[in-house]
Nanobody, 118 residues
Framework: QVQLADTGGGLVQAGGSLRLSCAAS????????VGWFRQAPGKEREFVAR???????TYAESVKGRFTISRDNAKGTVYLQMNNLEREDTAIYYC????????????WGQGTQVIVSS
């Protein structure tokens, strides 16, 4: 059974940092691209960052320079290091894995809550 466990959320003050983790099981992790998405109350889900199976990285403009996505294939885990957090970053964060295209995601985590206080 394929499972993605996204963890690491919490409450942090504006300007602070947080690291999210996405641990995968039940799949050949090294051939999957992994993306991070977030959804705030009353808003649509939005793309945050993506790391390809070969290491290529894409960030949303709103987080570029503040967030860093990385992967450790040996551990089957993708990380999202979030620095200089802003109130607008408050959302539930989800990781997702896919291998068909940059826009395709087959599996999703349960989500982890990030709250940034002003």
């Amino acid at each position: 059974q394929v499972q993605l466990a996204d963890t690491g959320g919490g409450l942090v003050q504006a300007g602070g940092s947080l690291r999210l983790s996405c641990a995968a099981s039940g799949l050949v992790f090294s051939i999957y691209s992994v993306g991070w998405f977030r959804q705030a109350p009353g808003k649509e889900r939005e793309f945050v960052a993506r790391i390809g199976w070969s290491g290529g990285i894409t960030y949303a403009e709103s987080v570029k320079g503040r967030f860093t996505i990385s992967r450790d294939n040996a551990k089957g885990t993708v990380y999202l290091q979030m620095n200089n957090l802003e109130r607008e970053d408050t959302a539930i964060y989800y990781c997702a894995a896919g291998r068909r295209s940059a826009q395709s995601y087959d599996f999703w985590g349960q989500g982890t809550q990030v709250i940034v206080s002003s």
